[in-house]
Nanobody, 123 residues
Framework: QVQLVESGGGLVQAGGSLRLSCVAS????????MGWFRQAPGKEREFVAA????????YYADSVKGRFTISRGNAKITVYLQMNSLKPADTAIYYC????????????????WGQGTQVAVSS
């Protein structure tokens, strides 16, 4: 099995930055395509970014392009989401997940999810 743990969330002023981390563990863990999603109160969970197994391809939601960067650590067990130029619309619980089958976009393609980390951006 695989366990995912997110960290790095917090409260920041608009225009500020945060770096989220997702650490994977478990005896069956192997590098896989990983995604970041977010969910705000009263809204559906939405795709934010994804990165392939070897880090060769990255994908971003239009709403975060140019501001967020997804990356993998050298050990391939940690996935980062660098968030710059944050704005109040980015406020949400952020989740990392591991893709099992399908394309990167739908949550249904992912089989393991972390517990989430709160990001709040004030104006």
């Amino acid at each position: 099995q695989v366990q995912l743990v997110e960290s790095g969330g917090g409260l920041v002023q608009a225009g500020g930055s945060l770096r989220l981390s997702c650490v994977a563990s478990g005896r069956t863990f192997s590098s896989a395509t990983m995604g970041w999603f977010r969910q705000a109160p009263g809204k559906e969970r939405e795709f934010v970014a994804a990165i392939t197994q070897n880090g060769g391809r990255v994908y971003y939601a239009d709403s975060v392009k140019g501001r967020f960067t997804i990356s993998r650590g050298n050990a391939k067990i940690t996935v980062y989401l660098q968030m710059n130029s944050l704005k109040p619309a980015d406020t949400a619980i952020y989740y990392c997940a591991r893709l099992i089958y399908g394309n990167y976009y739908p949550p249904s393609s992912y089989n393991y999810w972390g517990q989430g980390t709160q990001v709040a951006v004030s104006s």
